[in-house]
């Protein structure tokens, strides 16, 4: 209750029968955590006044959950279905989202979920095959890449810098990376080069990160965080 108070409170129009929703709207989001979807969907149905309400948009964000599985769900309804997958870094306006359109989706259906995510960053369009691996590294990703901010942040703590100032200067590197990576267009392999001068500081450090398996730790987060999101969609979730 305490969501629907804030929202109300925004001038929002608020609920708590998901069958009024589909009622007055025509692009609803399904935002709930997978298990849950069985009760949202049984409380929509429970509380439709309309039996078979008009064609209406729904924008899956269930992790897991198949197009295919969705409009299963959603068979007595004529649902148009867009699955996506978001990131928090939407935020403050540096999101990474992409989308698969079901077979029913029409273009304006595509056209007004871009419209909606891309004012929050990038918003590409990708086959639906493609949905768990690329929620893995951009909806998973921002975990690990504090895990990273976290590890830079301590290493310059154990070498006396003050915490705050760590931390500070943590985030702005990581920020200025990705940045240099973006405009500049180049292989961040060659940027990383450019910074290693032989046998200087640089070259060390990413020595002792490469013994430490780095890399191949990132890609092997990648790679089970892909294979949990397949394991969930595998599940009954009516």
């Excluded at 273009?107 to 639906?128: F, N, Y």
């Excluded at 405009?183 to 070259?203: F, M, N, W, Y």
């Excluded at 020595?207 to 089970?224: F, N, Q, T």
Aim: proline share 5%; with cysteine; net charge neutral.
């Amino acid at each position: 209750m305490t969501n629907l108070v804030t929202w109300r409170d925004k001038g929002a129009h608020v609920y708590i029968q998901n069958g009024a929703i589909v009622e007055e709207c025509d692009v609803i989001f399904i935002s709930v955590k997978p298990h849950m979807l069985a009760d949202a969907i049984a409380n929509m149905y429970d509380t439709l006044k309309t039996p078979n309400p008009r064609s209406k948009l729904f924008v899956s964000i269930l992790a897991g959950v198949t197009i295919k599985q969705l409009q299963n769900v959603l068979g007595r309804i004529d649902a148009r279905v867009i699955r996506v997958m978001p990131n928090t870094p939407m935020m403050v306006g540096e999101g990474c989202t992409v989308f698969a359109p079901g077979p029913k989706a029409t273009e304006h259906d595509i056209e007004t979920v871009e419209a909606i995510l891309s004012i929050s960053g990038i918003c590409k369009q990708v086959p639906e095959s493609l949905i768990n691996a690329v929620g893995s590294l951009s909806g998973s990703g921002p975990a690990f890449v504090y895990l990273i901010i976290e590890a830079l942040a301590d290493g310059g703590v154990k070498m006396g810098i003050p915490r705050a100032m760590a931390l500070e200067f943590a985030t702005q590197t990581v920020l200025g990376s990705a940045k240099m990576v973006k405009e500049t267009g180049k292989h961040p392999a060659q940027l990383r080069d450019e910074v290693c001068s032989p046998g200087g500081t640089t070259i060390t450090g990413v020595h002792a990160l490469e013994r430490g398996g780095v890399r191949a730790a990132i890609m092997d987060a990648i790679e089970v965080a892909t294979k949990k999101a397949d394991e969930l969609g595998v599940k009954k979730h009516v």
